[in-house]
């Protein structure tokens, strides 16, 4: 018999598998040279800061508070700063997040049971490449749930099971989901207070069982998890004693945002995760969206359902923990879309295809494990370490065949930041020092992408500059004395308007498509034209 210690072929061959096709993405990733737009530029700024600026808070939220804290900044800053600070590691480092968090999965449930733990990693496979293959690799806060929210499930029933690696990695995981984005926090709060529940509540043990010894609970391992926890707690509750106050914005902002999505666009949505066939059970189909109006019907909610009595009927308790987790990250799931906004975004709901896939894969972990004694189970690990090796080769094919990330902003942000830099060589020769500078934009949702984008190229530079934010036309930029140069990304009608009025037009871009758009291109601005104008207060006022 095969001890917890060693690794049979299939589940070696299954793993090399995993590794190797995240492997050869992050070298994929690497290579590219990549110019960050809109969220992303702003939160690499954010990690640029670091170390001699920790931020407090998370990234700013559309809702007006910034996110809960800044465990995923902290995250990127040490490799980004190790491997040269160049945008595209920031890339290479979510994709070791996500492969981070298979591993994690595989390695949390190996000694409960080996077949259970190799459909979960298939699961969360089959989650990962039913994004598109650039958003995999962004950065983007709520995409740290595509497999994140899967995997707190899984060590949430570790820890249950009274083991090391679940003890140590239920709370920093859940709080590093919920620092990203504040929709993973029912789901952490379900699965948390479920793993402590069970953590005391011992099932009677099925007869194969009833010898083995009551594992204790791992005290130096919870103790080192909840150190950890508190620690990446520090900096939001310092901002919330001495600083802005954030958390407490949180709270008192959660009833004043308008129609909530409500209990059936919930339950929309969660239907939409257990259809057939379901968002992450087509991987070459891409990125899908939400049903639009209609109920789909949840037939994969059967399978839990028919894992727990299987479980029941032979009394295997850790199954029976395991789904009973799952099924409550099912309800907080559900609570967090029910609560949120009207639209629901599907990036708000992207870590329901890991927590779906998590739950089908154990509950068809349970069957298989309720089987009779003479079945072989040794060809069911086979086969599904076959599936692993084929999901694996098509995450190389999908990364390898995929562009950067808003490859629209590329040769913008990259025109307009050489012609900035150019002007203000010119104005710092005049001034006899470093130009002051501020970069804003006009409302829209292709200036508003690309100016943040600017802003980083330039910090790159060695500029300092000042968000000065967006503004709308007619009221136009807001001056600005304590600038010597005032930048914004117009469009090019609004840019004629404003040359009148002192400002002047110092570059001009169309932004473009590669000839095989990328399906992560979240940019709506295919064609568009953008402009940078510049303004001088000396100069205006001289005229």
Wanted: glycine letters at 8%; a neutral charge.
């Amino acid at each position: 018999m095969t001890s917890d210690l060693e690794i049979s072929r299939p589940e070696l061959a299954a793993l090399l598998g995993v590794i190797l096709s995240f492997s050869v993405a992050v070298i994929h990733a690497l290579t590219q040279r990549w110019f960050p737009a809109s969220d992303e530029a702003l939160m690499e700024l954010l990690v640029r800061g670091m170390p001699s600026d920790v931020p407090l808070v998370g990234v700013y939220s559309r809702m007006g508070w910034h996110h809960a804290g800044p465990a995923q900044l902290m995250l990127l800053a040490l490799p980004y700063r190790l491997l040269g600070s160049f945008s595209s590691v920031l890339s290479a480092v979510m994709l070791l997040v996500h492969l981070g968090a298979i591993t994690l999965v595989w390695l949390a449930v190996r000694r409960i049971d080996r077949l259970t733990a190799l459909m979960l990693v298939v699961g969360m496979q089959l989650a990962a490449l039913s994004v598109a293959a650039t958003d995999l690799r962004m950065i983007w806060n709520p995409y740290v749930a595509i497999l994140g929210l899967g995997a707190l499930v899984v060590v949430a029933w570790s820890a249950a099971e009274r083991q090391p690696i679940g003890a140590v990695a239920l709370l920093p995981l859940g709080s590093l989901l919920v620092q990203s984005h504040l929709a993973a926090a029912p789901v952490a709060a379900a699965v948390t207070i479920a793993a402590g529940a069970t953590l005391f509540l011992r099932f009677r043990p099925s007869p194969e069982e009833a010898d083995s010894p009551t594992p204790h609970i791992p005290l130096k391992a919870w103790g080192v998890g909840i150190g950890v926890t508190v620690a990446l707690w520090i900096p939001p509750l310092v901002d919330q004693v001495s600083g802005s106050g954030n958390l407490g914005k949180i709270f008192a902002n959660q009833g004043n945002q308008g129609p909530k999505v409500g209990t059936i666009g919930s339950a929309q949505a969660l239907f939409d995760s257990f259809s057939l066939p379901a968002p992450w059970m087509h991987p070459l189909l891409g990125v899908q969206g939400l049903a639009a109006q209609h109920l789909r019907i949840p037939f994969l909610l059967l399978l839990p359902i028919a894992g727990l009595l299987v479980a029941m009927r032979r009394r295997d308790a850790p199954m029976l923990r395991g789904i009973g987790i799952s099924l409550a990250a099912i309800l907080g799931a559900g609570l967090a879309s029910a609560i949120m906004q009207w639209p629901l975004y599907e990036y708000l709901i992207i870590g329901q295809r890991g927590l779906a896939a998590v739950t089908v894969a154990l509950a068809l972990g349970t069957i298989f494990r309720g089987l009779p004694a003479g079945a072989n189970r040794s060809v069911i690990l086979g086969v599904t370490a076959a599936v692993s090796l084929c999901l694996s080769s098509i995450l190389v094919v999908s990364q390898l065949n995929s562009s950067v990330p808003t490859p629209a902003y590329q040769s913008s942000l990259h025109d307009f930041s050489n012609a900035v830099i150019t002007d203000l060589a010119a104005d710092s020769a005049s001034l006899g020092r470093p130009t002051q500078v501020e970069v804003s934009s006009q409302v829209g949702i292709e200036t508003m992408a690309a100016y943040p984008g600017l802003l980083l190229q330039l910090d790159r530079a060695g500029m300092t500059t000042v968000d000065g934010g967006s503004w709308m036309m007619p009221e136009g930029p807001r001056a600005n004395p304590k600038v010597d140069v005032q930048y914004a990304v117009v469009t090019p009608e609004v840019a004629q308007a404003l040359n009148v009025l002192g400002w002047r037009t110092i570059a001009t871009h169309r932004l473009t498509m590669p000839s095989q758009r990328g399906n992560g291109d979240q940019s709506q601005a295919e064609g568009t034209a953008l402009a940078v104008i510049a303004h001088t207060p000396e100069q205006s006022q001289g005229n």
